[in-house]
């Protein structure tokens, strides 16, 4: 059975810093990129960070460049997302996703996880 548990969320004041973990079971975590998407109330769902299988570079939505960091450490089957100088408007509900694409002649198999989320709230 798959699974993707986050933790780490909580309340923080403007500028404190949250350390969020996401802990993969039931696949191979090391052949998966591994992301983090946030959404905020009355907004959709927006990739936040992505951290590729090893040797691959990592991308981060432009409103959080230089201020969030994903780290993978495939030993303990966790993606982390640490996020400094937070502002109120990252808060959401913030959930990792485990995504392999494999590719056969001209089709494709997609396997792509989701976990339930955790709460980050910024607020003073």
């Known amino acids: 059975q798959v699974q993707l548990v986050e933790s780490g969320g909580g309340l923080v004041q403007p500028g404190g810093s949250l350390r969020l973990s996401c802990v993969g079971s039931?696949?191979?975590?090391?052949?998966?990129?591994m992301s983090w998407y946030r959404q905020a109330p009355g907004k959709e769902r927006e990739v936040v960070a992505v951290m590729p299988i090893a040797g691959g570079s990592t991308t981060y939505a432009d409103s959080v460049k230089g201020r969030f960091t994903i780290s993978r450490d495939d030993a303990k089957n966790t993606v982390y997302l640490q996020m400094n100088s937070l502002k109120s408007e990252d808060t959401a509900v913030y959930s990792c996703?485990?995504?392999?694409?494999?590719?056969?002649?001209?089709?494709?198999?997609?396997?792509?996880?989701w976990g339930q989320g955790t709460q980050v709230t910024v607020s003073s």
């Open positions: 996703n485990a995504l392999m694409i494999i590719i056969e002649g001209s089709s494709h198999r997609k396997y792509d996880y």
């Open positions: 039931g696949f191979t975590f090391s052949q998966y990129a």
